[in-house]
């Protein structure tokens, strides 16, 4: 008998210490900025979507209880904040006199649990809700896992998918309506399971992994898209599946993906769908790249870990094989590389084309992607990064003499 009531007591401990409730913190502000901070105990899935019609974010947090109910007034631009109750989720509800610009809540651990920030900005020139499109960018591998080497060419994976993620990095962060987000910024180790936890942790709305292989036969070149699937599609596909598998490393305070797959059909069914969509938009600009072979004409499904999350639409590119000579050179070169991240940029920039939620401010009225000039930068490599004619770009900005300078806005149209 006193068996059974340990464990009952431990379980009933673990359930309270684990309910993950939520707690309001409050507003702060600075130069017209604004953050509204809540706390949770773990991280959790959390929905996110704005309205117009009245000017509000909704923030719903799954399988969580509210500390307490409350309705706040604020001040301008925010008027209230109030909660409430539906089954086993919370709900935030955030009114405003105006729109703002917003971004979906980062999720940020500390000593006492998980810091929920959700940023919001405010100005005239705003004339609807909006937000950025959060793309999480993986370089592969990293610090104590090199990935494949080619010592014949002195190539290794981890140093090309770092490049070739800041050369994409570069071009998403500068265009407007992008926020894209490092999941490794140096030579670091980062484990699997973490890759994906940092996707979540900033709400990203999609998430590329970037990768380059080696074979024993190095006749064997050329790039391949990724997803995820528990079977692989190809033999290839499975012996690549093989290699990326890492131990798990989950602590209690991150949110649990694999359970949620089963408690969420409906949500990872369509990321599933929206995983294709993005594959596809990828490869089709892989195909139009002059100088990078296809290893694998279609979207090719494996077992990859760190493709596994519930919602966030997740692709994994193998940028070539550096066993082969071939490729190995091309990926050792800028241009090779600025190819592939030209083709990850068109392909990702195609995908949100396609679904442009109300609150992304992408394109502006005309259809027109917004660059702005970066020191170093000339037009001819700003052509090539957007894959237009620079004539295009000049004709469009009306711009002299090729003359452009950092800070200068120019419209570029794809």
Same mark, same amino acid.
């Given at each position: 008998?006193?068996?059974? @009531?340990?464990?009952? *007591? ?32 773990? !991280? ?27 309705? @706040? ?45 959700? $940023? ?30 080619? #010592?014949?060419? &002195? ?10 993620? &800041?050369?994409?990095?570069? !071009? ?15 030579? $670091? ?26 074979? $024993? ?11 995820? $699937? ?28 694999? *359970?949620?797959?089963? #408690? ?6 369509k990321k599933k769908g929206?995983?294709?969509q993005l594959g596809k #938009? ?66 990702? &920039? ?21 660059? !702005? ?22 004709? !469009? &900005? ?7 300078f950092p800070g200068q ?6």
């Open positions: 008998m006193k068996r059974n @009531l340990i464990v009952v *007591l431990i379980f009933s401990f673990h359930q309270v210490v684990f309910s993950n409730q939520l707690d309001f913190v409050g507003v702060s502000e600075k130069n017209k900025s604004y953050d509204i901070e809540f706390s949770l105990e773990k !991280t959790a899935l959390i929905v996110a979507q704005s309205s117009n019609s009245p000017f509000s974010i909704s923030l719903e947090f799954k399988e969580t209880s509210l500390k307490e109910d409350f309705d @706040l007034k604020q001040n301008y631009p925010i008027k209230n904040i109030k909660s409430s109750s539906s089954e086993n989720d919370s709900i935030i509800e955030i009114f405003f006199y105006e729109p703002i610009s917003w971004q979906k809540p980062q999720q940020i651990k500390t000593e006492n649990g998980i810091k929920v920030s959700l $940023s919001l900005g405010h100005s005239k020139e705003i004339k609807k809700m909006t937000r950025e499109a959060i793309v999480m960018i993986d370089a592969g591998h990293g610090g104590r896992d090199p990935g494949a080497i080619a #010592k014949s060419h &002195n190539v290794i994976e981890k140093d090309i998918t770092l490049l070739i993620a &800041n050369e994409l990095f570069r !071009t998403l962060e500068d265009t407007d309506g992008y926020k894209p987000v490092l999941v490794r910024e140096d030579d $670091s180790f980062i484990y699997l399971d973490q890759r994906y936890q940092k996707a979540r942790q900033n709400s990203g709305d999609i998430f590329v992994s970037i990768h380059a292989d080696a074979f $024993s036969l190095p006749s064997v070149k050329g790039a391949a898209v990724y997803i995820w $699937s528990d079977e692989a599609s190809s033999n290839s596909a499975k012996s690549l599946s093989s290699k990326k598998v890492s131990s798990v490393r989950v602590d209690e305070f991150d949110f649990d993906e694999d *359970l949620a797959r089963s #408690k969420y059909p409906e949500i990872y069914e929206k995983s294709l #938009k990828v490869l089709d600009q892989l195909k139009r790249d002059p100088y990078t072979h296809l290893h694998k004409k279609r979207v090719e499904y494996a077992d990859f870990r760190v493709l596994k999350s519930l919602d966030i639409p997740s692709v994994l590119i193998e940028s070539g094989f550096i066993s082969n000579s071939e490729d190995a050179e091309r990926l050792k070169g800028k241009p090779g590389r600025r190819m592939i991240a030209r083709s990850l940029f068109l392909g990702i &920039n195609n995908y949100f084309k396609e679904n442009l939620e109300d609150d992304f401010f992408i394109y502006d009225a005309e259809g027109y992607l917004t660059y !702005t000039v970066q020191r170093g930068d000339v037009l001819s490599e700003i052509a090539i990064r957007f894959g237009v004619p620079v004539m295009d770009i000049i004709n !469009t &900005n009306l711009i002299r003499d090729e003359a452009i806005r120019i419209k570029i149209k794809i």
